[in-house]
């Protein structure tokens, strides 16, 4: 009986993480466009950052994720690539945030950095007839680790974070 009893207290458990993981990238999304909310407190709240973030400018991971967020609103009317969020995300008022297992069959990319295990902690974002996923989220300890895939070769993709580490 006890053991019954720890294997449902387990899965409530994850159930219970997986829906405030949902709930924190529903959250992202619903500032991550809004200009009244500045680029600083979309970083401090929702996302893991490092305090030192390697690249050709030596931004920290803070300044790169606030640059990045910036640059996705200037723009958000172009598809920009591999980096930035799918254009198509701004134009949302409903967000429909899964698990990432339990769309797995929609993905097209080999998502690398995980070893032989499936993607844990990957969440995503699909298109309002959930046919489409238009942006994938890493989750880790209750914040965004990362928002973007770096696409290679067509289909290889690696999360891009902003660091680890927390100042």
């Known amino acids: 009986m006890l053991f019954g009893f720890l294997i449902s207290w387990g899965i409530m458990t994850a159930q219970n993480d997986k829906d405030k ?3 924190l990238i529903k959250n992202f999304l619903s500032v991550f466009f809004d200009e009244s909310v500045a680029p600083e407190t979309v970083v401090r709240e929702y996302l893991i950052y490092g305090t030192y973030l390697k690249d050709k400018m030596s931004k920290t991971g803070f300044e790169g ?7 996705a609103r200037l723009e958000k009317d172009k598809n920009q ?4 969020p799918n254009h198509k995300v701004a134009d949302l008022t409903e967000y429909h945030v899964y698990p990432f297992e339990d769309f797995e069959h929609l993905n097209t990319l080999k998502i690398n950095g995980f070893g032989d295990d499936k993607p844990s902690g990957v969440y995503v974002l699909l ?5 489409e996923i238009l942006q994938y989220f890493l989750v880790r300890e209750g914040k965004i ?3 973007s895939l770096l696409v290679k070769g067509g289909d290889e993709a690696f999360f891009f974070g902003y660091g680890e580490d927390k100042p």
């Open 21 to 23: 993981n949902i709930q």
């Open 65 to 71: 994720a606030q640059l990045h967020i910036l640059k």
């Open 81 to 84: 690539g591999w980096l930035v």
């Open 127 to 131: 298109n309002p007839e959930e046919d």
């Open 145 to 147: 680790s990362s928002f």
